[in-house]
DNA sequence: AATGAATGAGCATTCATTCAT
DNA sequence: TATGAATGAATGCTCATTCAT
């Protein structure tokens, strides 16, 4: 097999890696699932990504970016005409809609395939790899602060998790979303 | 070496299977582990629990019990005088004290020194694991139909969520968790 | 493939170990070169011996002994008429006949293909790793103590000492051992 | 990055590799820790050796020429007044006492901070790697000729053969060193 | 002259599970 | 009923070496 040159690897096997997270959760990244997944040997995985937890750092930030983007072009967030709450249940149903496979229905447009289960495996990963801390961090501290343009820092950091749990008992009781609750209860938090 | 007749052997495991989970996390949790732990010999596990996702929800749900007896018990959710915001900023406190061990502080009495971390893997867990999901269910349910003696079981459930959402957040950013920002919270939820 | 029970199978697994190391050295020893030597499949090896140091500790071990009793059944530690240097000088030969491969000499009888090379490496090994020192160790108190029978422990120590020392250089000079040499200092150290 | 032309860099690879030998032992050297610890680009290290054997045989007869100098140098083989069994025997204590470590001794001056374990590495890990024999060779006949100026040629070969023999004895079994016995079996052997 | 990238082989180890006893 | 033995697959990771630039 012939050695090339190939710039763009590195990239590549970001990307093989959060398509192997959203497919089978952090639990079946592997050097070698990624290294399929890409297309590449395996010896190159760990050749730009000395360990598993810089890969998964690599790529879960890269997935965090994504999403903060995505966030923060909501209109809701520049037009204080909109309600927040009534938004923000919104954003809820795009993100869960975007989740576990089964639903059939494709993931929203711009959250790049990446749904609300990827934050959770995040979450769940960061719990005992202290490596991932920092980017679990980021995710809240990200969306909060795009929050904090609508309310106060500390109203935006209970409604991040109010969505957290609304969205955790969604996704662990079978995905009945129920969007007029999450926006009544986010409203409440609302002073 | 004798086979002795051991009633209590199933229960053993199930112990140790909780130790180990708080420990090294579900990702450390193997027949191997957990035969270890309890000091018994491998194939012991296996024929008591054929496949690791029975043990898992045998511990967990094991789990589960001694939390909601523990919370059941706290006065707050019969005596209508105390004010349930307080209270259940209290109780995370009290949870989250008895988590991630660094603090020095012994976990509180009662808890079967099962901690936050514990739960949370729990719950995260089952995002990909459907045998766990109904466990994890049944934990926000008698959660909720706690607190929906003091309140209606929609505020009860969203309590739960915010609660959830506080919980994760404190274990995921390596923050201190502050009971004045979560009761002021969980007090804007209650109408 | 069938799952043979085979009673007999830890022992052929240090046996093969035991050839392996002879062959290829310690640096050549790994779990699937033993594996294949033994015919045996690779998690055979890793059952029976957790860490490669367990596999490394029994083999080399029951190589010292095999070495132990060889030296012991030498008539000269049981007869005082004979001059211990010479029978020493003697024995160096024999050991170091049985060692590098490419002097088409056979082995001699009684060392069970292990020759002085073999116990080069352990002590190579031990160097760096803890678990092989005691080995090591009862190497060389094994030969002094059965020298200890024709001359003082002191003396019977640095027999040992100078034995090795000469071995060492013979092996790595090629092999020219000089027996008339090693019995003339062998004899001065003898009070 | 600049490539700036840097004629130590060569001498620079050498000097790490004789670090991570003595670190880490020869099974810890290969490009990859060396290039790590001169803190130069991986290809650099095989740019300058184009294989390990090459790299070992440069660090080690580095290694070597640094203990003839100090050896040499030692007042006791000019001085025919001096006892020469009591100088060699505290040679060899200033050659241990540089070795493991553990004795928080800092290492002798001139030794170029390598002790005895790293010698002892080169002469065993000889016995597989025929690369390695000449050095080890040089090794003991720079030794041997500089004893011979004191007494003869063959007993100066087996004073070499005997500290090496007590030498590792003593790096083996983690025993103490015994310079009074070290001088009175050396002093036996000088007729 | 120098080096970052690449890669296939190999490593020790852990594992869930099966099965003969 | 229990359990020690067995095993194939998989894991993270290191490596010497080659090669395009």
């Known amino acids: 097999m012939p050695r090339r040159y190939?710039?763009?690897?590195?990239?590549?096997?970001?990307?093989?890696a959060i398509r192997v997270v959203g497919e089978k959760g952090i639990a079946g990244l592997s050097h070698r699932?990624?290294?399929?997944?890409?297309?590449?040997?395996?010896?190159s995985t760990?050749?730009?990504?000395?360990?598993l937890d810089e890969l998964m750092v690599a790529a879960l930030r890269q997935a965090?970016?994504?999403f903060?983007?995505?966030?923060?072009a909501r209109a809701a967030f520049q037009d204080p005409t909109l309600d927040l709450a009534d938004e923000l249940a919104g954003l809820l149903g795009e993100w869960l809609g975007g989740g576990r496979g089964e639903t059939g229905v494709p993931p929203a447009e711009g959250w790049g395939s990446v749904?609300?289960?990827?934050?959770?495996?995040?979450?769940?990963a960061a719990l005992r790899r202290p490596a991932l801390r920092p980017v679990a961090a980021e995710w809240?501290?990200?969306l909060a602060a795009a929050l904090a343009e609508r309310t106060d820092p500390v109203t935006a950091r209970a409604l991040v998790a109010l969505m957290d749990g609304i969205c955790l008992q969604a996704l662990l009781t079978g995905g009945e979303y129920d969007?007029?609750?999450a926006r009544e209860m986010l409203a409440r938090l609302i002073p």
Chains 1, 2, 3, 4 share one sequence.
């Not at 760990?46 to 360990?51: E, G, I, K, P, R």
Request: charged share 25%.
């Open 115 to 124: 749904g609300a289960e990827l934050e959770y495996e995040l979450y769940l």
């Open 46 to 51: 760990t050749y730009h990504f000395a360990t």
């Open 140 to 142: 809240c501290q990200d």
């Open 68 to 72: 903060a983007k995505a966030v923060a």
């Open 179 to 181: 969007a007029a609750y």
């Open 6 to 16: 190939d710039p763009e690897r590195r990239q590549r096997i970001i990307d093989a």
């Open 64 to 66: 965090n970016e994504g």
């Open 33 to 43: 699932t990624v290294a399929a997944e890409a297309g590449v040997p395996l010896g």
